[in-house]
């Protein structure tokens, strides 16, 4: 496919609805190096990634349903059931994880946006290789127990987790922004009067 309408055609594909196949490894080992070309100020890699794959995916969701049990001692079946689930639906999840640190000349805030970026690759790569993708983050994205179970290191933060399969549904796109409601052209009237 042309680059650009690999661009113009990219759309989700929500998890529930990503099956089989999913990249093999050689696929994997593309999407993940298309990944680690992301702009990075200072060629910090501030970001790595973790694979949750085969039995990984529900393992790691047999650890969060169990954190989600004991925060949540309310819990449903049904809602524990969609926590062993969580990371099993798709064939692969690649959880995205921002390293980013104090530097004295790369903000943070910079940090987080090439791993927000490699993430954004992730899910283009996939697209090029026919696959499906969606980018998700949820509690297990924010809650720090979620982040010590899926093996984060004190510090670091998911930016998301990478579902990559093979769309079950037929693709149906959603309205786009209007350039015109996004787009402005500066002009000197538009700076602040002193
Ligand atoms: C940082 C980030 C987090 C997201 N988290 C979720 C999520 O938890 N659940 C979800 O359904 N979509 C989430 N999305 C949105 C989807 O990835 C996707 O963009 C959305 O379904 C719209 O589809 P589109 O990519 O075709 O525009 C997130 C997107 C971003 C950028």
Redesign the pocket.
């Known amino acids: 496919m042309d680059a650009l309408e690999l661009l113009k055609t990219?759309?989700?594909i929500?998890?529930e609805f990503l099956g089989p196949p999913g990249p093999d490894a050689t696929q994997l080992a593309e999407i993940l190096t298309a990944a680690v070309r992301v702009p990075d100020h200072g060629k910090l890699a501030p970001w790595r990634f973790i694979v949750f794959q085969g039995e990984a995916r529900e393992q790691a969701g047999e650890a969060l349903a169990a954190l989600f049990a004991a925060k949540n001692p309310d819990a449903t079946e049904k809602q524990l059931a969609d926590e062993r689930i969580r990371l099993a639906k798709a064939p692969v999840v690649v959880g995205v994880v921002s390293t980013a640190a104090p530097h004295p000349k790369i903000p943070e805030f910079e940090q987080l946006l090439s791993a927000?970026n490699a993430?954004m690759l992730m899910?283009l790569a996939a697209h090029a290789l026919g696959f499906a993708a969606?980018?998700?983050?949820?509690w297990i994205?924010y809650d720090a127990d979620a982040g010590r179970v899926l093996g984060l290191k004190p510090g670091e933060r998911f930016?998301?987790f990478v579902h990559i399969g093979t769309s079950t549904v037929p693709a149906v796109?959603?309205p786009?922004p209007s350039l015109d409601d996004v787009v402005t052209y500066w002009q000197p009237r538009d700076k602040p009067a002193d």
């Open positions: 990219r759309r989700s929500v998890s927000a993430a899910v969606h980018w998700v983050t949820g994205a930016v998301g796109d959603r786009r």
